[in-house]
């Protein structure tokens, strides 16, 4: 298929995400993002909830999800999230496919639950007990791939658990086992941007990688 015929698919959904944001106010975010780019996947966009721009990244829970399943990827229908500034986050993702079944984009629903959060946090006080908390999963919507890059590398850094100057090969090669789970390599450049965070050469951590495989 070719690249017009996937804009042709990508345009049929803007009309779709305008509808859907007019329909919900400023609350709410509609996002569409092309994946043949994923280090400036967002190509359209309508209200602002997250503060990106055309142009951001896809996030790393996508990375992640897209690495580990490709084009058997479900859509994530009414999940929440937490922003890295605290927003609470009710999302939706579907999953863009063309013809044949891959999958070439996605478009998101980004809903600002915070202030229903928040009377939920004073209603929860006076029903202490009756249920357990639920603490959603962060998940970072970056302005750009470096901030993507990151956040993939801290919550490596914190899977594995041992300071950086102190890994020996053997951490080393559970860090990188970590970061291509998360779907780090599907960033162009990564095992150079990885090969600088670890102090090692670029051969070195394509060494570590086949030592996972």
Same mark, same amino acid.
Request: hydrophobic share 40%; proline share 2%; aromatic share 8%.
């Given at each position: ?51 990106? &721009? ?44 063309? $013809? ?24 929860? =006080? ?13 998940? $970072? ?9 990151? &956040? ?13 100057? &102190? ?13 291509? =789970? ?21 051969? $070195? ?9």
């Amino acid at each position: 298929m070719t690249a017009n015929e996937h804009q042709d698919i990508f345009k049929r959904y803007i009309p779709i995400a305008d509808m859907i944001a007019a329909t919900f106010g400023s609350r709410c975010e509609v996002v569409i993002h092309n994946l043949r780019d994923l280090e400036s996947s967002l190509i359209y966009i309508t209200g602002n909830v997250t503060g990106r &721009k055309i142009g951001a990244p896809t996030t790393e829970v996508i990375l992640k999800e897209l690495v580990n399943q490709e084009d058997g990827i479900k859509d994530r229908l009414g999940q929440v999230t937490r922003t890295e500034d605290g927003k609470f986050i009710r999302t939706s993702t579907s999953f863009i496919r063309d $013809s044949r079944g891959k999958v070439i984009g996605f478009m998101g629903i980004n809903f600002d639950i915070s202030a229903f959060a928040e009377m939920e946090s004073v209603i929860s =006080e006076f029903t202490a007990g009756m249920n357990d908390a639920f603490v959603p999963p962060k998940e $970072s919507y970056a302005q750009s791939v470096g901030e993507v890059f990151e &956040k993939l590398i801290d919550d490596a850094l914190k899977e594995v658990g041992v300071p950086i100057e &102190k890994m020996k090969k053997s951490d080393k090669v559970r860090f990188v086992k970590k970061l291509e =789970e998360n779907g780090v390599f599907l960033i162009q450049g990564a095992a150079e941007r990885i090969s600088a965070v670890l102090g090692v050469t670029k051969q $070195s951590v394509y060494n570590y990688l086949d030592e996972t495989r």
